[in-house]
């Protein structure tokens, strides 16, 4: 069964710093534009990074341009995401996507359950 498993996440206070990873038992994970996007309570979910297929080409929203980094590693089938200088607008549900049309694509092929990232102030 093809699925993303996330870790990582946590609370912290603001200008902490978070990784979150995402393990992939996905059989194509190596041809599939990963993503991490974010839904915080009462809004719309939110994209936050890609990385394209070669972990060369990545795309950031500007809410996180700077201090989030997005990172894959196509042997392990991971996807990461550092979050540092975190801010209390950044606390939100957090998922991994696989196999997303295009760098600002708002869907995906696959979905992780999501993990919690928690910034108080």
């Known amino acids: 069964q093809e699925q993303l498993v996330e870790s990582g996440g946590g609370s912290v206070q603001a200008g902490g710093s978070l990784r979150l990873s995402c393990a992939a038992s996905?059989?194509?994970?190596?041809?599939?534009?990963m993503g991490w996007f974010r839904q915080a309570p009462g809004k719309g979910r939110e994209l936050v990074a890609t990385?394209?297929?070669?972990?060369?080409?990545?795309y950031y929203a500007d809410s996180v341009k700077g201090r989030f980094t997005i990172s894959r590693d196509n042997a392990k089938k991971t996807v990461s995401l550092q979050m540092n200088s975190l801010k209390p607008e950044d606390t939100a549900v957090y998922y991994c996507?696989?196999?997303?049309?295009?760098?600002?694509?708002?869907?995906?092929?696959?979905w992780g359950q999501g993990t919690q990232v928690t910034v108080s102030s």
């Open positions: 996507a696989a196999g997303l049309r295009s760098p600002v694509a708002a869907t995906a092929d696959y």
């Open positions: 996905v059989r194509t994970f190596s041809v599939l534009r």
């Open positions: 990385v394209n297929v070669s972990g060369f080409s990545t």
